[in-house]
């Protein structure tokens, strides 16, 4: 089951902010990284490779926790857990629209990173199914 994200914090993952995803390690230590996020309407979004580290935990354990902090108020945040799925299908395309949203480049490879990394390296898009979801107690 997803859980929808509420009303009243959803500009947190419409807008370019960025959000910490944490993921397991095999041995089932955390490991967090600074995202670029994106909401498909149904789950954030988050692009990754399988190369990259959280890319290898998502392999095994699909389970993580993203945060996302108001840079505005930062009282003001989203927290959100569950299931990752991996979506092979459009990655890079999803990751040029968020390159675009976060930076001034019209694309990732060859302008961000080496053009010639694109073809060592599996995108996928990973969508956050939320089991639960926390805000801060103030704007709720």
Request: glycine share 4%; net charge negative.
């Amino acid at each position: 089951m997803t859980l929808e994200i509420p009303a009243s914090h959803l500009d947190l993952v419409k807008r370019p902010i960025h959000g910490v995803l944490t993921t397991l390690m095999p041995d089932g230590q955390p490991q967090s990284s600074l995202v670029w996020c994106d909401y498909d309407g149904e789950c954030v979004c988050v692009n990754t490779t399988l190369e990259r580290q959280k890319g290898r935990n998502l392999q095994v354990n699909p389970r993580v926790s993203l945060l996302i902090v108001d840079p505005e108020d930062l009282s003001r945040y989203l927290s959100v857990r569950g299931d990752i799925e991996l979506v092979w299908e459009g990655a890079v395309e999803h990751l040029d629209q968020i390159t675009r949203a976060y930076t001034r480049y019209p694309q990732y490879y060859g302008y961000i990173y080496p053009l010639e990394q694109a073809v060592c390296e599996t995108r996928v898009i990973c969508r956050l199914h939320p089991k639960k979801i926390t805000l801060d107690a103030i704007h709720r």
